[in-house]
Structure formats: structure tokens, C-alpha cells
């Protein structure tokens, strides 16, 4: 139920929110939907949403059926892959192939491009786990960046619980 209608109106004309009231309805049909436990609502003051993980994450495997929009790993609802490690975050989303920085950017959900290479490339770089692939040229427009064989090696030795899977997937 919306407190105050005209404050809602707004947001909703300025992109802030898709619709008012169907935020609760939508994480529970998500939770559903990758069969996780329904996350639990609390308001004591202010609102908390409780999500709790799969009992076992070993044996998923990502929807990789759904049509894609731009990202060659990403479709139109999911998520960049979770992980601790901005570094391995970023391997998992170049297993399928060569991407560019902004589709990388878009899909980890940064926006900041200094973030970006100083937390997630120039470390990846550095190891030696991701390159150019015209590395002739670092600052083309048309420049992307594909894993390398020490990148599928460092994600197969993944000790998370997920390295199996992976290193089938690779």
C-alpha cells in the first residue's frame, strides 16, 4: 500500500522504481524460481529482507538457455556471478568467451571504469589470467578481454566448492 501516492507517482516517472507494490511478490517468485527458500520479511522500524543461499550450490548449473542481450554469458535477468573475489568474478563471466570492458563493467554491476581496472583487471593482468585480444593496441574502441589458459587453470583449482564444476564446464 503506498503511504503517499504523488511521492510514488514520482519515482516511478523518474525510473527510480518499475512499480510500486510488487517488490515482495517479485523476490519471492525469484527465490522460487532458482529454488531457494523464500526470503523472510521483517518490518520493525525499517524494512529487512532475509535471502538465504541453495542447502547445496555444487550442483548448480546456470540457465545458460535463456536468449542473451549483448553479454555472451549474461541473460536478460541474471545476475554476474557471485563470488567474494572481484577477480573471480570477473574469469567466470570470460568462460564463455571474449568480452568487451563495458559489458564486463555492465554485467558486475560497476560503473566507476577506475574501479574497474584497478579491482578486477589489473589484478587478473597481473597473474596473468586474463589479455587483450588485440594487445597491440590496449586503448582501441575495439578492444576486448579473453581468459587465458592460467584463467581456466585458476578457476578449475577454485577450493569454494565449485572448481568441479568449472573445470567440466572448461
Same mark, same amino acid.
Given at each position: 500500500?503506498?503511504?503517499?501516492?504523488?511521492?510514488?507517482?514520482?519515482?516511478?516517472?523518474?525510473?527510480?522504481?518499475?512499480?510500486?507494490?510488487?517488490?515482495?511478490?517479485?523476490?519471492?517468485?525469484?527465490?522460487?524460481?532458482?529454488?531457494?527458500?523464500?526470503?523472510?520479511?521483517?518490518?520493525?522500524?525499517?524494512?529487512?529482507?532475509?535471502?538465504?543461499?541453495?542447502?547445496?550450490?555444487?550442483?548448480?548449473?546456470?540457465?545458460?538457455?535463456?536468449?542473451?542481450?549483448?553479454?555472451?554469458?549474461?541473460?536478460?535477468?541474471?545476475?554476474?556471478?557471485?563470488?567474494?573475489?572481484?577477480?573471480?568474478?570477473?574469469?567466470?563471466?570470460?568462460?564463455?568467451?571474449?568480452? !568487451?570492458?563495458?559489458?564486463?563493467?555492465? /554485467?558486475?554491476? =560497476?560503473?566507476? $571504469? @577506475?574501479?574497474? #581496472?584497478?579491482?578486477?583487471?589489473?589484478? !587478473?593482468?597481473?597473474?596473468?589470467?586474463? /589479455?587483450?585480444? =588485440?594487445?597491440? $593496441? @590496449?586503448?582501441? #574502441?575495439?578492444?576486448?578481454?579473453?581468459?587465458?589458459?592460467?584463467?581456466?587453470?585458476?578457476?578449475?583449482?577454485?577450493?569454494?566448492?565449485?572448481?568441479?564444476?568449472?573445470?567440466?564446464?572448461?
Amino acid at each position: 500500500m503506498r503511504r503517499n501516492p504523488l511521492f510514488a507517482d514520482l519515482l516511478h516517472r523518474i525510473e527510480y522504481i518499475e512499480k510500486a507494490g510488487t517488490g515482495i511478490r517479485r523476490m519471492r517468485d525469484a527465490a522460487r524460481a532458482h529454488g531457494s527458500p523464500e526470503p523472510q520479511f521483517e518490518n520493525g522500524g525499517s524494512f529487512v529482507a532475509t535471502f538465504r543461499p541453495l542447502a547445496d550450490t555444487s550442483d548448480f548449473e546456470p540457465d545458460r538457455s535463456r536468449p542473451s542481450t549483448g553479454s555472451a554469458t549474461q541473460s536478460a535477468t541474471q545476475s554476474a556471478p557471485q563470488s567474494s573475489d572481484p577477480v573471480l568474478r570477473l574469469l567466470l563471466l570470460l568462460v564463455d568467451g571474449d568480452q !568487451a570492458p563495458d559489458a564486463l563493467r555492465q /554485467a558486475l554491476g =560497476i560503473k566507476h $571504469r @577506475p574501479t574497474f #581496472r584497478k579491482n578486477y583487471v589489473q589484478p !587478473a593482468m597481473n597473474e596473468g589470467w586474463i /589479455a587483450f585480444t =588485440i594487445p597491440d $593496441r @590496449p586503448s582501441s #574502441r575495439l578492444q576486448r578481454y579473453r581468459l587465458t589458459d592460467a584463467g581456466r587453470a585458476r578457476l578449475a583449482a577454485r577450493k569454494d566448492g565449485k572448481g568441479d564444476h568449472l573445470a567440466r564446464e572448461l
